[in-house]
């Protein structure tokens, strides 16, 4: 099974602050049709998941562009620009290469 | 495109019970559809997929004991659990990657 490991599990910032979130995966995330499905959802407090970046860097419509992704194979970065206070929540990152597996979690808290 | 969960409730432990999932505002039948767990205060925990054609995969800890399933006519998605166990306590999400319902809580206690 392919397990999901994110750092740091915590993150304090001050907003305008840039901050990053790594995701490794025990094995590539690269799938046989060359599509990387690896994707990173935010779940405020109280609120369902929703969607940020899909297919390792592709912002979800309707996200803010200080969001963006990056990675290949095993290893994958979210980049927040300058947080805000709306950014405020725990962060996952989620394959889909092989069935779905989430990462553990990173929880974004002021500073 | 809306997502919404039902049927969670309070369940003994070894009972059944079954949810529901409502779609509308996309053509529910072109798209493969998953059910995710959040036991209280933990992560994101996946439990099972049905593909367009209701091809299923299930994760190891409810394989032989949750169905999901799909009737394509009426736009709804469902998660039949059996045997269940006080470890299954968590709110149950309906989703596809670009959507996620409210969710529906279903707690297994005596």
């Known amino acids: 099974d392919v397990v999901l490991t994110q750092t740091p599990p915590t993150l304090s910032a001050t907003i305008g602050q840039s901050v990053s979130i790594s995701c490794r995966s025990s094995?590539?995330?690269?799938?046989?049709?060359?599509?990387?499905?690896l994707h990173w959802l935010l779940q405020r407090p109280g609120q369902s998941p929703q969607l940020l970046i899909y297919?390792?860097?592709r912002l979800e419509s309707g996200v803010p562009n200080r969001f963006s992704g990056s990675g290949s194979g095993t290893d994958f970065t979210l980049k927040i620009s300058g947080v805000e206070a709306e950014d405020l929540g725990v962060y996952y990152c989620?394959?889909?290469?092989?069935?779905?597996?989430f990462g553990g979690g990173t929880k974004l808290e002021l500073k | 495109v809306q997502l919404v969960e039902s049927g969670g409730g309070l369940v003994q432990p070894g009972k059944s019970l079954k949810l529901s999932c409502s779609a509308s505002?996309?053509?529910?039948?072109?798209?493969?559809m998953h059910w995710i767990r959040q036991a209280p205060g933990k992560g994101l925990d996946w439990v099972a997929y049905?593909?367009?054609?209701?091809?299923?995969v299930y994760a190891d800890a409810v394989k032989g004991r949750f169905t999901i399933s799909r009737d394509n006519a009426k736009n709804t998605l469902y998660l039949q659990l059996n045997s269940l166990k006080s470890e299954d306590t968590a709110i149950y999400y309906c989703?596809?990657?670009?959507?996620w319902g409210p969710g529906t809580m279903v707690t297994v206690s005596s």
């Open positions: 989703a596809r990657l670009h959507a």
């Open positions: 505002g996309f053509t529910f039948s072109s798209y493969g």
């Open positions: 049905i593909s367009s054609s209701s091809g299923t």
């Open positions: 094995q590539s995330l690269l799938h046989s049709n060359g599509n990387t499905y």
């Open positions: 297919l390792v860097s």
């Open positions: 989620v394959q889909g290469t092989h069935a779905w597996t």
